[in-house]
C-alpha cells in the first residue's frame, strides 16, 4: 500500500483445508502492496493472519495478466506470507472463484482465473466444493535429499508451475516441527526455493501428508502441493495415467482435511476440495503503513 492511502481497505477471510488466505478485492490494480505490507496483513499475531494473500485484480489492470484478459476476467496476483511472489497456488486459486462468486462477478459453474502459471479452469461444484484443473505436472529428474532430525529421504522433484520436492517418510512424525525449512540438497536444484512434501501411505490410492511452504513455513495443506504428492505417489506405483490409459485418482490426506486429485491420461490434473469465505471487513490503512515487521506468520 502507499502512504497516499487514506480510505479503508476491503479485505475478506477465506481458506481451503485450512490453507487460509487474506483477500484483498482490488479491481482496478489501485492499491500497492509491497512484500512488508503483505507480512504484516498475514501475521497472525499483529495482523490479520494467512498462509498467503488473494490480489484480486482485473487481468487487464495488471502488467503480469494483460495477456490472460480475453481468456480470464480475474487475475489472482499471489502473495505468500512472507511478501514473496509464488507462481500458483491450488488451494488459493478455488477459494478465489469462491470469492469471486461470493462477490457475485460470476455465478456457480465454471470460471477461468488468470495466475502466473496461467490460465486455470475452475469450477464451483453444487455440493460446494470446488475443481481446479490445473495443468500438466513437470518431472525434472534431477532431485534433491531432504534431511530432518538426522533422518535423510531421496525427494521427487514435481513442478505444478511451483516447485516441489516430494519425500516418501514411514511415519509424518519424521518430519520434525517443519517450524524451519528442512535442508535439503543440492541446492541448486531449486534456485527460487522449493515447497517440501512428507507423505504417508494410509491405503490403497490414498496418502497422508505434511508441507513445509516455500515463504509461508509448514501449513494445514497446500494444493499444489497435494497434486505433486498425487504425482510422484502415482509414478512409485507404477500408475501413470499416460501409460496405462486410465486416469488415476488419489486421496491426499492434509492437516485441514482431504483433497482429491486426479491425473487423466493426458496429463491433466484435477483437484476436488472445500472453499469458504469466512469473514470480511476493513483494514485501517494508518495501522498497514504504519510499523516495523518485526514477527514472521508463524
Ligand atoms: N498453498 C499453496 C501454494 C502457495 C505457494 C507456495 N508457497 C510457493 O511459494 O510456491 C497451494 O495451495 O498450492
Known amino acids: 500500500m502507499t502512504s497516499t492511502q487514506t480510505s479503508p481497505l476491503a479485505f475478506l477471510k477465506g481458506h481451503g483445508t485450512e490453507n487460509d488466505f487474506v483477500i484483498v478485492p482490488d479491481a482496478d490494480n489501485a492499491v500497492d502492496l509491497p ?14 493472519g494467512g498462509d498467503g494473500l488473494l490480489h484480486v485484480v482485473r487481468s487487464a489492470a ?22 514473496s511472489v509464488a507462481e500458483m497456488c491450488g488451494n488459493g486459486v478455488r477459494v478465489f472463484a469462491r470469492y469471486l462468486q461470493y462477490a457475485g462477478h460470476v455465478t456457480a459453474g465454471e470460471v477461468a482465473v488468470a495466475t502466473r502459471g496461467g490460465v486455470k479452469r475452475v469450477h464451483l461444484d ?26 535423510s529421504w ?24 517443519l ?11 531449486y534456485p527460487d526455493g522449493v515447497n517440501i512434501e512428507f507423505v504417508a501411505d494410509r491405503g490403497p490410492r490414498h496418502v497422508a501428508m505434511r508441507v513445509h511452504e516455500r515463504g ?26 499416460a501409460l496405462t490409459g486410465n486416469p488415476v485418482t488419489y486421496t491426499v490426506d492434509v492437516l485441514g482435511g482431504t ?28 495501522w498497514l503503513a504504519d510499523g516495523e515487521i518485526e514477527t514472521v506468520n508463524d
Not at 495488471?62 to 511478501?83: I, K, S, V
Not at 481446479?132 to 535429499?145: C, H, I, N, Q
Not at 494445514?220 to 500408475?239: I, L, P
Open 35 to 48: 512484500a512488508a505490507a503483505v507480512a504484516r496483513l498475514c501475521d497472525r499475531r499483529a495482523g490479520i
Open 62 to 83: 495488471h502488467p503480469e495478466a494483460r495477456g490472460m484478459a480475453d481468456e480470464a476476467e480475474w487475475f489472482m496476483d499471489y502473495r505468500n506470507a512472507d511478501g
Open 126 to 151: 453444487k455440493d460446494g466444493s470446488v475443481t481446479v484443473s490445473m495443468g500438466r505436472a513437470l518431472l525434472p529428474e534431477d532431485g534433491v535429499t531432504v534431511t530432518v532430525d538426522g533422518r
Open 154 to 177: 531421496p525427494a521427487r522433484n514435481v513442478n505444478m508451475g511451483n516447485p516441489h520436492a516430494v519425500a516418501f517418510v514411514e511415519s509424518l512424525d519424521h518430519a520434525g516441527n
Open 179 to 189: 517450524f524451519t525449512e528442512p535442508p535439503y540438497s543440492p541446492a541448486e536444484v
Open 216 to 241: 509461508a513455513a509448514e501449513t494445514r495443506s497446500c494444493g499444489t502441493g497435494a497434486c505433486a504428492v498425487a504425482v510422484a505417489t502415482a509414478r512409485r506405483d507404477g500408475a501413470d495415467p
Open 259 to 286: 483433497l482429491i486429485i486426479t491425473e487423466h491420461p493426458d496429463g491433466e490434473i484435477e483437484m476436488t476440495g472445500p472453499a469458504v469465505i469466512v469473514a470480511e471487513g476493513t483494514i485501517d490503512p494508518s
